[in-house]
């Protein structure tokens, strides 16, 4: 027998080359096999008659081989064997493409069950490569809701399914985790009925429980380590910060600050004054002026004479944080510096110089403060902006400068507070719910190709009266799915607007020549950029004026507030086109939600109800463990129950007894300590 701890290799029909290819996947053990969990099943309980098998449409069916198998060479490389079917109903055809072997296991007037898609017209159908197995033996790839699992290069379907029928069999389920008072509480599958029930399902009721179940538990787990992160830092002491007068910073604005900004700014006030590391996520919709409350912040550290570390994603962006900070500072007699790779090394040596001794008081910068180089004299405050493009372990490098400096991340992402709950636990939440008052209206559109010459031409007569535009495409490269930005604007520049000046840029361009791509943009020497998603967040050019996204029905719409959010920001009137030729009814309601309203809380929250947490969710980078099922939930009623379980598990003790759930999370917790410390 196995135990969970055994290489995965040690299967039947596994072995060590296979062990490797299951590695990729991140399986290593038995139990890692077991909690790889499907991405999607295909019903096959269905049973037709040929008669009754639609094209296009893959069912299973019962028939007896009519005919011995014939092979035909037809090149080199390619084999193609023959044979035809039949029951009660009618006869079909079968081709297998270089399958001589398994079509060899096919006998001459024996019965199989088959699953497949029919092809073909009404006169010769047919059904190519299709699954089967004999009509008396227990049902694995037919008569069942098969599991179709991630995979990867040496891998098949087949081949996962049989090495976690073996794992089930002689290990069974992974260990129970939930303690017995939650699991009848929530009326939750124990364990071995939810592991059994995810990978080899009965039903489709029984298999909804068994990911409600699993859900349930990442969530339960995800939650319950939050939790006790935070305590644990709440528990660390810092020198409390005094008042600073924030007057004369906001005498220096040119507007008055919102509701909403004065809000977060107490709070944040009261976290440096509490005693403890402030940990504090703000999280606010495009234009909300995050920066502003940023420089409060900061003001409130130099006045305690702590030095503050902002990092943001981008050269760009650090550039135009640091260029804000500078205007509004400098008088007030704050030193900022500038720290990006990009710049000569007597400039980064001149700024880490002012670092060191303590002669500068505010660093703006990407991940070049992360440099074993840069030092700081005091550091008391770190800012991250665009807080998902950083993981844990970024933020913590750059906190390691210092003496357990306070930390605020930023997010332009607007996420629903009860996610935001979820997703940054072990932080506290300052939300930005007001515009301030000016902010451009951008008028948002969704049209079908049918509009592409009147599009075409309302671009150019932007770029004629001097303004510019976006163009977005969600593939880079030919043969990828949806229209690749660089096909595109091959196309627009040769073909469309030859006397224009066409951009380009995407994620698999390097570094450098992204920035001096969005240099010379934000400089006015491109007039249409067109772009993958890499311009989402951070990318502030005052003169583009319209937002184009082709095939906007790939994008989520929290993606494409983003995307609209890059235009707009200066005094001219700017627009956002929506390019689809989708005809699914929720597919266009979808897409005319962003066209209804510029919320982004409220398209946060429509994401959420049609999407499911699973696109939040990716964006998480804690450390803790990644999801596998709580995506495929798509209930947020779990996610709360979830965490309600967990709070109180937590608040009884349950976190100091010696139980399963308590020593996964304490190893979860030792290593995530590892990875800050």
Same mark, same amino acid.
């Given at each position: 027998?196995?135990?969970f701890?055994d290489?995965v290799?040690?299967?039947?029909?596994?072995?060590?080359?296979?062990?490797k290819?299951?590695?990729?996947?991140g399986?290593?053990?038995?139990?890692?096999?077991?909690? =790889?969990?499907p991405?999607?099943? *295909?019903?096959?309980?269905?049973?037709?008659?040929?008669?009754?098998?639609e094209?296009?449409q893959?069912?299973?069916?019962?028939?007896?081989?009519?005919?011995?198998?014939r092979?035909?060479r037809i090149?080199?490389?390619?084999?193609?064997?023959?044979?035809?079917?039949?029951?009660?109903?009618?006869?079909?055809?079968?081709?297998f493409?270089?399958?001589? =072997?398994?079509? @060899?296991?096919?006998?001459?007037?024996?019965?199989?069950?088959?699953?497949?898609?029919?092809?073909?017209?009404?006169?010769?159908?047919?059904?190519?490569?299709?699954?089967?197995?004999?009509?008396?033996?227990?049902?694995?790839? !037919?008569?069942?809701?098969?599991?179709?699992?991630p995979l990867?290069?040496?891998?098949?379907?087949?081949q996962?399914?049989?090495?976690?029928?073996?794992?089930?069999?002689?290990?069974?389920?992974?260990?129970?985790?939930?303690?017995?008072?939650?699991?009848?509480?929530?009326?939750?599958?124990?364990?071995?009925? /939810?592991?059994?029930?995810i990978?080899?399902? *009965?039903?489709?009721?029984?298999?909804?429980?068994?990911?409600r179940?699993?859900?349930?538990?990442?969530?339960f787990?995800?939650?319950?380590?939050?939790?006790?992160?935070?305590?644990?830092r709440?528990?660390?002491?810092?020198?409390?910060?005094?008042?600073?007068?924030?007057?004369?910073?906001t005498?220096?604005?040119?507007f008055?600050?919102?509701?909403?900004?004065q809000?977060?700014?107490r709070?944040?006030?009261?976290?440096?004054?509490?005693?403890?590391?402030?940990?504090?996520?703000?999280?606010?919709?495009?234009?909300?002026?995050?920066?502003?409350?940023?420089a409060a912040?900061?003001?409130?550290a130099?006045?305690n004479?702590?030095?503050?570390a902002?990092?943001?994603?981008?050269?760009?962006?650090?550039?135009?944080?640091?260029?804000?900070?500078?205007?509004?500072?400098?008088?007030?007699g704050?030193?900022?510096?500038?720290?990006?790779?990009?710049?000569?090394?007597?400039?980064?040596?001149?700024?880490?110089?002012?670092?060191?001794?303590?002669?500068?008081?505010?660093?703006?910068?990407?991940?070049?403060?992360l440099?074993?180089?840069?030092?700081?004299?005091?550091?008391?405050?770190?800012?991250?902006?665009?807080? =998902?493009?950083?993981?844990?372990?970024?933020?913590?490098?750059l906190?390691?400068?210092?003496? !357990?400096?306070?930390?605020?991340?930023?997010?332009?992402?607007?996420?629903p507070?009860?996610?935001?709950?979820?997703?940054?636990?072990?932080?506290?939440?300052?939300?930005?719910?007001?515009?301030?008052?000016?902010?451009?209206?951008?008028?948002?559109f969704?049209?079908?190709?049918?509009?592409?010459?009147?599009l075409?031409?309302?671009l150019?007569?932007?770029?004629?009266?001097g303004?510019?535009?976006?163009?977005?495409?969600?593939?880079?490269?030919e043969?990828?799915?949806?229209k690749s930005?660089?096909?595109?604007?091959?196309?627009?520049?040769?073909?469309?607007?030859?006397?224009?000046?066409?951009g380009?840029?995407?994620?698999?361009?390097?570094?450098?020549?992204k920035e001096?791509?969005?240099?010379?943009?934000?400089?006015?020497?491109?007039?249409?950029?067109?772009?993958t998603?890499?311009?989402?967040?951070?990318?502030?050019?005052?003169?583009?004026?319209?937002?184009?996204?082709?095939?906007?029905?790939?994008?989520?719409?929290?993606q494409?507030?983003?995307?609209?959010?890059?235009?707009?920001? @200066?005094? *001219?009137?700017?627009?956002?086109?929506?390019?689809?030729?989708?005809?699914?009814?929720?597919?266009?309601?979808?897409?005319?939600?962003?066209?209804?309203?510029?919320?982004?809380? /409220?398209?946060?929250?429509?994401?959420?109800?049609?999407?499911?947490?699973?696109?939040?969710?990716?964006?998480?980078?804690?450390g803790?463990?990644?999801?596998?099922?709580?995506?495929?939930?798509?209930?947020?009623t779990?996610?709360?129950?979830?965490?309600?379980?967990?709070?109180?598990?937590?608040?009884?003790?349950?976190?100091?007894?010696?139980?399963?759930?308590?020593?996964?999370?304490?190893?979860?917790?030792? @290593?995530?300590? *590892?990875?800050?410390?």
């Amino acid at each position: 027998m196995l135990s969970f701890s055994d290489p995965v290799q040690y299967l039947k029909g596994v072995g060590p080359a296979r062990g490797k290819a299951f590695q990729a996947l991140g399986v290593f053990t038995v139990e890692d096999l077991l909690r =790889h969990y499907p991405r999607t099943y *295909e019903d096959r309980t269905k049973v037709l008659p040929i008669a009754g098998l639609e094209v296009g449409q893959p069912a299973c069916f019962r028939a007896m081989v009519m005919t011995t198998p014939r092979t035909s060479r037809i090149r080199q490389g390619l084999e193609i064997t023959k044979l035809t079917v039949a029951d009660s109903s009618a006869r079909l055809n079968l081709t297998f493409f270089n399958q001589r =072997h398994a079509a @060899g296991h096919l006998v001459c007037g024996r019965e199989y069950v088959f699953y497949g898609t029919v092809a073909g017209d009404f006169a010769r159908q047919e059904i190519a490569n299709p699954a089967f197995e004999e009509a008396d033996s227990p049902p694995v790839l !037919t008569r069942r809701i098969l599991p179709v699992y991630p995979l990867t290069a040496g891998l098949t379907n087949r081949q996962v399914v049989s090495a976690v029928g073996q794992a089930l069999t002689q290990c069974g389920p992974p260990p129970e985790l939930l303690p017995r008072q939650v699991l009848e509480e929530y009326r939750l599958l124990p364990m071995d009925k /939810a592991c059994r029930a995810i990978h080899q399902p *009965e039903s489709g009721e029984e298999l909804a429980m068994a990911r409600r179940r699993l859900a349930f538990e990442e969530f339960f787990q995800f939650s319950a380590g939050l939790a006790l992160l935070r305590a644990g830092r709440s528990q660390r002491q810092v020198e409390p910060y005094v008042p600073v007068d924030l007057t004369p910073l906001t005498n220096r604005l040119p507007f008055r600050l919102t509701g909403a900004q004065q809000r977060a700014i107490r709070e944040i006030q009261g976290d440096l004054m509490e005693g403890h590391p402030m940990n504090r996520l703000l999280q606010g919709d495009v234009g909300s002026g995050k920066t502003v409350v940023a420089a409060a912040a900061a003001w409130y550290a130099v006045g305690n004479r702590r030095q503050v570390a902002l990092m943001a994603p981008t050269e760009i962006l650090a550039e135009q944080h640091f260029r804000f900070l500078t205007k509004l500072l400098t008088s007030l007699g704050v030193r900022c510096v500038l720290l990006t790779g990009s710049m000569t090394a007597g400039e980064k040596r001149e700024a880490r110089q002012a670092l060191a001794s303590g002669a500068a008081d505010l660093a703006v910068g990407t991940h070049a403060l992360l440099s074993d180089t840069t030092a700081f004299a005091r550091l008391g405050l770190v800012i991250t902006d665009e807080q =998902h493009r950083f993981g844990v372990a970024q933020r913590a490098a750059l906190g390691e400068k210092g003496d !357990t400096p306070h930390l605020l991340v930023m997010s332009a992402t607007p996420i629903p507070r009860t996610l935001a709950l979820m997703l940054y636990g072990d932080l506290d939440v300052s939300v930005l719910d007001e515009l301030p008052p000016g902010r451009q209206k951008i008028g948002t559109f969704l049209v079908n190709e049918s509009y592409r010459a009147r599009l075409n031409g309302f671009l150019r007569q932007q770029a004629q009266a001097g303004r510019q535009c976006y163009v977005v495409c969600p593939a880079v490269e030919e043969g990828e799915s949806g229209k690749s930005a660089e096909g595109w604007a091959a196309t627009l520049q040769t073909q469309v607007f030859p006397d224009l000046s066409v951009g380009l840029i995407h994620g698999k361009m390097k570094g450098a020549e992204k920035e001096a791509v969005m240099g010379r943009f934000a400089r006015g020497e491109i007039s249409i950029l067109v772009a993958t998603t890499v311009i989402e967040v951070g990318v502030d050019v005052p003169n583009a004026t319209v937002m184009v996204v082709e095939d906007a029905d790939r994008f989520g719409l929290s993606q494409l507030h983003q995307l609209r959010g890059r235009v707009g920001r @200066g005094r *001219e009137k700017s627009w956002c086109i929506l390019v689809s030729n989708s005809r699914n009814p929720e597919t266009v309601g979808r897409l005319k939600t962003l066209c209804r309203t510029a919320d982004g809380f /409220a398209i946060a929250q429509a994401d959420l109800e049609q999407r499911g947490p699973g696109d939040f969710l990716g964006r998480r980078q804690h450390g803790l463990p990644v999801f596998r099922t709580a995506g495929m939930a798509g209930d947020i009623t779990v996610l709360q129950q979830a965490q309600a379980a967990a709070t109180q598990w937590i608040e009884s003790g349950g976190a100091n007894q010696d139980s399963p759930l308590a020593r996964q999370l304490g190893k979860l917790l030792a @290593g995530q300590r *590892e990875t800050m410390n």
